[in-house]
Protein backbone atom coordinates (compact mmCIF):
# COMPACT_ATOMS: atom_id res chain seq x y z
CA UNK A 1 0.00 0.00 0.00
CA UNK A 2 1.48 3.44 -0.64
CA UNK A 3 1.04 4.80 2.78
CA UNK A 4 3.00 2.10 3.95
CA UNK A 5 6.04 2.89 1.44
CA UNK A 6 5.40 7.00 2.52
CA UNK A 7 5.68 6.09 6.38
CA UNK A 8 8.81 4.05 5.69
CA UNK A 9 10.78 7.40 4.24
CA UNK A 10 12.96 9.12 6.96
CA UNK A 11 13.17 13.05 7.56
CA UNK A 12 14.27 15.27 9.72
CA UNK A 13 11.33 15.45 11.21
CA UNK A 14 11.89 12.21 12.45
CA UNK A 15 14.19 13.19 15.19
CA UNK A 16 12.74 16.47 16.14
CA UNK A 17 12.14 17.05 20.01
CA UNK A 18 8.78 18.42 20.88
CA UNK A 19 7.99 21.04 23.48
CA UNK A 20 5.17 22.37 23.51
CA UNK A 21 1.61 21.75 21.58
CA UNK A 22 -1.68 23.32 20.42
CA UNK A 23 -4.69 21.89 21.72
CA UNK A 24 -8.20 21.34 19.44
CA UNK A 25 -10.89 19.60 20.73
CA UNK A 26 -13.30 17.14 18.48
CA UNK A 27 -16.56 15.73 20.53
CA UNK A 28 -14.18 13.77 23.32
CA UNK A 29 -11.06 13.45 21.57
CA UNK A 30 -8.73 15.87 22.17
CA UNK A 31 -6.25 16.46 19.90
CA UNK A 32 -2.64 18.00 19.85
CA UNK A 33 0.40 18.79 17.97
CA UNK A 34 3.84 20.67 18.09
CA UNK A 35 3.21 24.28 16.67
CA UNK A 36 6.80 23.92 14.90
CA UNK A 37 6.52 20.64 13.60
CA UNK A 38 2.77 22.06 12.36
CA UNK A 39 4.74 25.52 10.43
CA UNK A 40 7.01 22.92 8.48
CA UNK A 41 4.03 20.30 7.23
CA UNK A 42 2.46 23.46 5.76
CA UNK A 43 5.11 24.52 4.06
CA UNK A 44 6.15 20.70 2.99
CA UNK A 45 2.88 19.27 2.29
CA UNK A 46 0.64 22.38 2.04
CA UNK A 47 -1.36 21.42 5.05
CA UNK A 48 -2.04 22.53 8.52
CA UNK A 49 -2.88 19.90 11.10
CA UNK A 50 -5.79 22.89 12.46
CA UNK A 51 -7.03 21.38 8.65
CA UNK A 52 -5.89 17.35 8.95
CA UNK A 53 -7.78 17.70 12.58
CA UNK A 54 -10.52 18.44 10.87
CA UNK A 55 -10.37 15.10 9.21
CA UNK A 56 -11.52 13.01 12.30
CA UNK A 57 -14.86 14.56 11.52
CA UNK A 58 -15.41 12.26 8.41
CA UNK A 59 -17.85 9.51 9.35
CA UNK A 60 -16.13 7.92 6.06
CA UNK A 61 -12.57 7.67 6.95
CA UNK A 62 -10.65 4.85 7.15
CA UNK A 63 -7.89 3.92 10.32
CA UNK A 64 -4.98 2.18 9.76
CA UNK A 65 -3.26 0.59 11.93
CA UNK A 66 0.65 1.52 11.89
CA UNK A 67 2.63 -0.66 14.75
CA UNK A 68 6.01 0.25 12.99
CA UNK A 69 6.26 3.82 13.99
CA UNK A 70 6.41 3.98 17.51
CA UNK A 71 6.85 1.11 20.38
CA UNK A 72 6.18 3.52 23.21
CA UNK A 73 2.65 4.42 21.26
CA UNK A 74 0.09 3.30 19.17
CA UNK A 75 0.24 4.96 15.82
CA UNK A 76 -2.06 4.67 13.02
CA UNK A 77 -2.85 6.80 9.73
CA UNK A 78 -5.97 8.26 9.06
CA UNK A 79 -7.41 8.47 5.70
CA UNK A 80 -10.55 11.12 5.59
CA UNK A 81 -12.01 14.17 4.21
CA UNK A 82 -10.94 17.83 5.61
CA UNK A 83 -13.33 20.37 5.91
CA UNK A 84 -12.01 22.11 3.36
CA UNK A 85 -12.70 19.02 1.55
CA UNK A 86 -9.99 17.92 0.70
CA UNK A 87 -8.81 14.17 1.21
CA UNK A 88 -6.04 13.80 3.74
CA UNK A 89 -3.84 11.02 4.98
CA UNK A 90 -3.36 11.98 8.56
CA UNK A 91 -0.60 10.08 10.46
CA UNK A 92 -1.30 10.37 14.55
CA UNK A 93 -0.62 8.79 17.47
CA UNK A 94 -2.52 8.37 20.64
CA UNK A 95 -1.07 9.69 23.93
CA UNK A 96 -1.01 8.05 27.32
CA UNK A 97 -4.85 8.70 27.48
CA UNK A 98 -7.21 7.21 24.37
CA UNK A 99 -9.00 10.49 24.36
CA UNK A 100 -5.42 12.36 23.43
CA UNK A 101 -4.63 12.64 19.97
CA UNK A 102 -0.95 13.81 18.84
CA UNK A 103 -0.77 14.76 15.26
CA UNK A 104 2.69 13.94 14.09
CA UNK A 105 2.13 14.33 10.16
CA UNK A 106 -0.57 15.40 7.53
CA UNK A 107 -0.59 15.47 3.29
CA UNK A 108 -3.22 15.43 0.49
CA UNK A 109 -3.87 11.85 -0.24
CA UNK A 110 -2.71 10.69 -3.87
CA UNK A 111 -3.95 9.03 -6.80
CA UNK A 112 -3.58 5.53 -5.11
CA UNK A 113 -4.79 6.58 -1.08
CA UNK A 114 -8.32 8.47 -2.99
CA UNK A 115 -8.63 5.57 -4.80
CA UNK A 116 -8.59 3.36 -1.49
CA UNK A 117 -11.37 6.08 0.13
CA UNK A 118 -13.73 6.01 -3.20
CA UNK A 119 -13.51 2.04 -3.34
CA UNK A 120 -15.31 1.81 0.07
CA UNK A 121 -18.29 3.20 -1.56
CA UNK A 122 -18.71 1.04 -4.37
CA UNK A 123 -21.08 -2.10 -3.37
Not at 6 to 14: I, T, V, Y
Not at 45 to 74: C, G, K, M, Q, W
Not at 75 to 85: I, Q
Request: net charge positive; with cysteine.
Amino acid sequence: MVIAERRARKSPLDVYIQCSYNVVVVGTLRITWDPRKNRTNARRHRVSFEEAATAFYDENAILIDDPDHSRDEECFVLLGLSSALRLLVVCHCYRARPDVIRIISAWKADRMERQSYIERFKS
